[in-house]
């Protein structure tokens, strides 16, 4: 957190077009220069409800939300229903302006619609205002809208009012409503926003404030994207074809931008009626030839279970996508949690072979995608990447050429038809798709319709050729072959020079942080305060749940006296991972847990290391909970 940064929250109601004005705001500001970083909250509505997207922006790298914001847009929520004073839904239509507070910084600036919100009916608003030294303006955006055409143009306005307060140049706007806008809609929306800058000008002191947009410049070209974004274009990039799926929060982001792109490039995309049948379906797919990817998020991927365990016993590639969010069961569909980690490796029954990836950065998510795809078909392996809605959902300004890689359609270990006239086969005819004794544990496949490919694919255990089989002799062998890849797999991964793990902070430190997924950025941070406070710090990512890197970990966690692991869930989930897999250290590693329905903030994490870790005391409140550490 610097003070030389521009934090934009825009606040109303679900289906107002929070999201959408603030995405093309966010790409304004990385036009004009600017790293961004948004953050958004939505309720399980599809109408009404608080919402809010957070834009972060300043003059270098931005890892994550930060703590607090300096400049509230609170729209109203036009959609509130039942405003009987106590109703579960009452008293709707003032959230975007009383839930806002809380978080904003001494001196921010504060516009809301009068044309929807009253400022009286909250409680010290302006006994908060004055103590805070906030800048209120209260601006009829809502009539302003309808003098000119439509009411929900006062989202425009309101971003009109923002430039005019904080010093942005207006063209950055115009030039991408002129991209987005038919001319129908666009001249009304350019003079409404006109119309609310020059207001300002005339009518207040822009300048009484001291919340201002820093400036800053980009040596290449930059792409505002998601993590949905880049799992999807990863997908596309490695070659995926197929996929199959059931809408779901918040996995339907990637599967809406994958059946929005599928039919350019030659692929299918099928929407089915259960997410048995979407995996199911993702199973045959690569079966029959294609390289093909299904997901969910966690309810929908509990009954992937019998395909998943499937494409291990028949030795099926195929590339799964789990979206975490709070459970169990419904739970809180659009809060982000990080409690699925046991559920997506142990689902399925048996001794399972899968690989699991659980990307920390945008960035991540697009490579280890690829890295997903490119496994699941060398090895014939289901391989599954694992990210959470905060991940899926947040944008994050990034230089494009980190996507300017070569697409990738190879089906991996397959055979032509002149090697499978030199493969064995049967007495039958059959070819022997799972030998015993073969590199890495991989058997060649082939593609069904291929010369002298012909066999049998069973869930039950089997002979090479595939026929049903029970003798123990054959089941050791079949099992230690399975297992082998996953050593193999172990083995490429931990000899790449580009580890899938993050290190961040000084080589020599006294204390560690360890996380997994989307909390990488906002841990990197707060080692970056925790150094600056005078508290020797260093982090690690870890994004290989499956294989695990013991070495890797292993080293770090010898390297430093104490470690604290940050994860969003009850449970300790990935701490309990890493004792498991390890086997030791039980004793230095002590967790921080976040579990509220809303991720770690930097000073989440700075607070609670120096509570619990430097000063041994107990965390007040209900924002985290300290686990301590205990022996193996």
């Known amino acids: 957190m610097t003070d030389n940064e521009f934090i934009w929250r825009i606040a109303g109601g679900s289906g107002d077009g929070i999201a959408s004005t603030s995405q093309n705001f966010a790409k304004a500001l990385m036009r004009s220069g600017l790293d961004v970083f948004t953050h958004r909250h939505y309720p399980s509505r599809i109408r009404g409800g608080h919402t809010y997207t957070e834009i972060r922006a300043a003059a270098e790298p931005v890892k ?38 809380d978080e904003l910084r001494e001196g ?75 001319e129908k809609i666009l001249d009304p929306n350019l003079e409404i926003l006109h119309q609310a800058h020059d207001m300002m000008h005339e009518e ?26 880049a799992i999807a274009y990863g997908s596309l990039d490695e070659g995926c074809r197929f996929i199959a799926g059931y809408p779901m929060t918040p996995w339907t982001e ?45 309810g929908g991927f509990a009954l992937m279970s019998e395909p998943l365990g499937l494409a291990e016993m028949t030795e099926t590639p195929v590339v799964l996508i789990e979206a975490m969010r709070a459970g169990p069961s419904t739970g809180m569909p659009t809060k982000p949690e990080q409690a699925d980690l046991e559920h997506v490796l142990y689902t399925s029954q048996g001794d399972s072979q899968r690989v699991v990836f659980a990307p920390g950065t945008v960035e991540e998510a697009y490579t280890q995608t690829r890295k997903a795809f490119k496994i699941a078909y060398e090895y014939q392996i289901p391989a599954i990447v694992l990210y959470d809605q905060k991940l899926g959902g947040e944008l994050v300004s990034l230089p494009a050429s980190h996507f300017d890689e070569e697409p990738n359609p190879s089906l991996g270990s397959t055979l032509t038809e002149a090697e499978l006239e030199e493969a064995p086969h049967d007495e039958s005819g059959k070819y022997s798709r799972f030998q015993h004794d073969v590199e890495d544990g991989v058997s060649p496949r082939s593609i069904p319709g291929q010369k002298g490919g012909r066999f049998l694919a069973t869930g039950n255990e089997h002979t090479p050729e595939g026929h049903i089989a029970e003798s123990t002799a054959n089941r050791v062998a079949q099992m230690d072959r399975r ?41 990197e941070e707060a080692v970056d305060m925790l150094n600056e406070q005078g508290y020797s710090t260093k982090a690690l990512g870890v ?63 700075v607070e609670g290391f120096k509570t619990t870790i430097i000063e041994g005391g107990e965390l007040s409140g209900a924002e985290t909970k300290f686990v301590p550490a205990a022996g193996d």
């Open 483 to 523: 297992t082998q890849k996953l050593e193999a797999i172990h083995e490429e991964l931990a000899s790449q020079g580009d580890t899938n793990q993050t290190h961040y902070g000084p080589d020599e430190a006294t204390y560690g942080l360890m996380t997994f997924g989307s909390q990488q950025g906002t841990v």
């Open 108 to 182: 921010g600036v504060i516009v809301y619609d009068s044309g929807l919100l009253d400022a009286s009916e909250i409680d010290n608003f302006d006994a908060r205002a004055e103590e805070n030294n906030w800048h209120v303006y209260d601006i009829d955006l809502r009539n302003m809208a309808r003098d000119v055409g439509r009411e929900v143009m006062r989202n425009t306005a309101g971003v009109g009012v923002t430039c005019a307060l904080a010093g942005i140049d207006l063209h950055w706007i115009e030039d991408l409503m002129s991209e987005a806008m038919p």
């Open 543 to 605: 994004s290989d749940m499956a294989p695990y890197p013991v070495e890797e970990v292993t080293e770090f966690i010898e390297s430093v006296d104490e470690v604290l692991v940050v994860e969003m869930n009850a449970s300790a989930q990935f701490r309990g991972l890493t004792q498991k897999e390890l086997g030791q250290y039980g004793e230095k590693l002590s967790s921080l847990l976040k579990y509220n329905g809303n991720p770690f903030e930097p000073l989440d994490i």
């Open 204 to 229: 207040y002191d822009v300048d009484a404030n001291d919340v201002t947009v820093p400036e800053g410049s980009h040596d290449e070209e930059q792409v505002l994207m998601s993590g949905s974004d």
């Open 254 to 298: 990637v599967f809406t931008i994958m059946s929005q792109n599928l039919p350019k490039v030659g692929g299918i995309s099928e929407q089915v009626e259960d997410e048995i049948a979407a995996a199911a379906l993702a199973v045959g797919a690569s079966h029959a030839g294609a390289k093909a990817m299904s997901g969910s998020s966690g």
């Open 64 to 101: 994550s939300r930060g703590d607090g914001y300096n400049f509230l847009l609170a729209l109203g929520d036009s959609f509130a229903r039942n405003p009987q004073e106590d109703a579960y839904y009452g008293n709707e239509e003032i959230k975007p302006l009383s839930e806002n507070l």
